[in-house]
């Protein structure tokens, strides 16, 4: 059983940056691959970022130049830098992984004010 915590979201002004973090409850060398959704209000769930456990990542064309995904393998953590964030960045997101079956963290609320 693979438990993903995520840490990090908040509110932020547009423009500011965040970052968000993803710790699982085992090696994440076991996960592959890693990434964030996220679900705007009154969305579907919609695919973010994405990271092999080789480091190579695919990102949304909405948050190209300016979201970078990364792996920590050391503490089992992936993260998600969130710069130049704009309105339409708010949402909550979530955290997920493959292993064997896909894994959900419980979601941390992104909102960036105008």
């Known amino acids: 059983q693979v438990q993903l915590v995520e840490s990090g979201g908040g509110l932020v002004q547009a423009g500011g940056s965040l970052r968000l973090s993803c710790t699982a409850s085992?090696?994440?060398?076991?996960?592959?691959?890693m990434g964030w959704f996220r679900r705007a209000p009154g969305k579907q769930r919609d695919l973010v970022a994405v990271?092999?456990?080789?480091?190579?990542?695919e990102y949304a064309d909405s948050v190209k130049g300016r979201f970078t995904i990364s792996r920590d393998n050391a503490k089992n953590s992936v993260h998600l830098q969130m710069n130049i964030l704009k309105p339409e960045d708010t949402a909550v997101y979530y955290c997920?992984?493959?292993?064997?079956?896909?894994?959900w963290g419980q979601g941390t609320q992104v909102t960036v004010s105008s």
């Open positions: 990271i092999s456990s080789s480091g190579s990542a």
């Open positions: 997920y992984g493959i292993s064997g079956r896909t894994y």
């Open positions: 085992v090696s994440i060398s076991t996960i592959n691959p």
